[in-house]
């Protein structure tokens, strides 16, 4: 007698195979009017992924009543406003009890700190490692104090977090030597220049900035130190992450040789960072119209500032990403930088690199580009095409995928 088999039952998807609900994610914005790089780096990721992403839930927690509407309009963004007594409070008890409030699937900040007791998975990016490796940098008191802070905490918001992003490759292998945070766990998300960091080359633009903020006449050595940090005028070091010292010691040396050498323009200072005369020749032995600090510039300026400068001179001790290399070589800019993380990494072979403690290097350096146009000028394709490599899209991206992942215990992959 024949068999007649069946057809076997339709197997149905399981949970993890079917199509994912949306999330609803967590984003704690307390630093998103910074002016520096943290700051810089939320807002224009924040801005692709909500253009990215419009299909999850997301409520946005800010420390100020006055940082509300910034996503204002948008169907899948809640903002809320917490208030807090300090940071620490902000993170440690006010967001969790505001996450549990809102029955977040995931809790993501961008800077180093989570709540060690959130009711959700969490995704922590952290910015750098200089708390253990440029010590030197925290001496004064309450440096001291935020810095031993930092060092116990840092290591246990990671133990903590679903989820480490960092900003580099070089930064993750950091974390893994320093703190010994899994390579597994980690993910990078890089940042980006925005389309309007592209050549502006509108000689009336050149002579609107040049007035407004008293440039000098002819193409400048740049430094962008960007946000809070300060020119201390007598006695003390000169933003020593950034090598800000080097670099006068090292443009002295160039002018002394070649008197060519053109000045140099310092962005971002503070205000109580004017360097008088008597500073800049006895300490440096420069001129006092050498060197030109106006102090912090309108952002929607800084791309014509890049592109009216003769070089980018970028020699930090440290950096994680450090996004003027990014917003320079955009906007075609030859760029001078460090052998120091992560610079290398951002930059690759589009740049001119120094050793940040050697003085001389950097001077030859910048001679190089006063003697040698051919060089600048492949400098500046070599670093549009670099700039090119560099998405804010694509940051977004990366990062939607690391918190679905946590969010749903579901490694999406590339999505």
Not at 46 to 67: C, G, T
Not at 98 to 105: E, G, P, S, T
Not at 351 to 380: F, K, Q
């Amino acid at each position: 007698m024949p068999v007649i088999e069946s057809a076997p039952p339709e197997r149905r998807p399981t949970r993890r195979e079917a199509a994912p609900r949306p999330l609803r994610i967590g984003v704690m914005l307390r630093a998103v009017g910074e002016y520096d790089g943290a700051g810089v780096y939320i807002r224009k990721l924040m801005d692709a992924l909500l253009e990215l992403d419009q299909r999850n839930e997301y409520v946005l927690f800010y420390s100020e009543q006055e940082q509300l509407g910034a996503y204002a309009g948008r169907p899948n963004v809640l903002e809320v406003a917490l208030r807090a007594p300090g940071k620490l409070a902000w993170d440690q008890v006010v967001v969790p009890r505001a996450a549990r409030r809102a029955d977040l699937d995931v809790l993501f900040h961008h800077k180093f700190s989570i709540p060690l007791l959130a009711p959700c998975p969490t995704v922590v990016q952290q910015r750098g490692t200089e708390y253990w490796t440029f010590p030197e940098y925290y001496r004064a008191w309450g440096d001291w104090l935020n810095a031993a802070y930092n060092r116990w905490s840092i290591p246990l918001f990671c133990r903590r977090a679903t989820r480490v992003l960092t900003n580099s490759d070089s930064l993750a292998s950091e974390l893994e030597q320093l703190l010994e945070v899994p390579r597994s766990k980690m993910a990078t998300v890089y940042a980006a220049a925005d389309e309007r960091f592209r050549p502006v080359t509108d000689l009336a633009v050149h002579a609107r900035l040049r007035e407004r903020y008293a440039l000098p006449a002819e193409p400048f050595f740049l430094m962008v130190v960007k946000g809070y940090a300060r020119i201390e005028g007598a006695g003390q070091p000169l933003c020593p992450r950034k090598n800000v010292e080097g670099t006068l010691l090292a443009l002295a040396r160039a002018r002394a040789e070649d008197s060519r050498t053109p000045p140099m323009v310092i962005l971002g200072a503070g205000v109580r960072g004017r360097l008088g005369p008597d500073v800049l020749r006895e300490r440096y032995g420069l001129p006092p119209e050498a060197v030109v600090i106006p102090g912090l510039i309108d952002h929607g300026d800084m791309p014509a500032i890049y592109s009216m400068a003769r070089a980018l001179l970028f020699p930090s001790y440290y950096e994680s990403f450090g996004i003027p290399l990014v917003e320079a070589m955009a906007c075609g800019c030859p760029v001078i930088t460090s052998t120091a993380p992560a610079c290398p990494e951002v930059v690759d072979d589009a740049a001119l690199l120094v050793d940040p403690d050697d003085v001389s290097g950097l001077a030859a350096a910048m001679l190089r580009l006063v003697r040698e146009p051919s060089l600048a000028a492949d400098l500046r394709r070599r670093g549009l095409e670099r700039a090119a490599h560099f998405s804010w899209h694509e940051s977004a991206r990366r990062l939607l995928a690391e918190l679905e992942r946590a969010g749903t215990g579901v490694d999406r992959g590339d999505r």
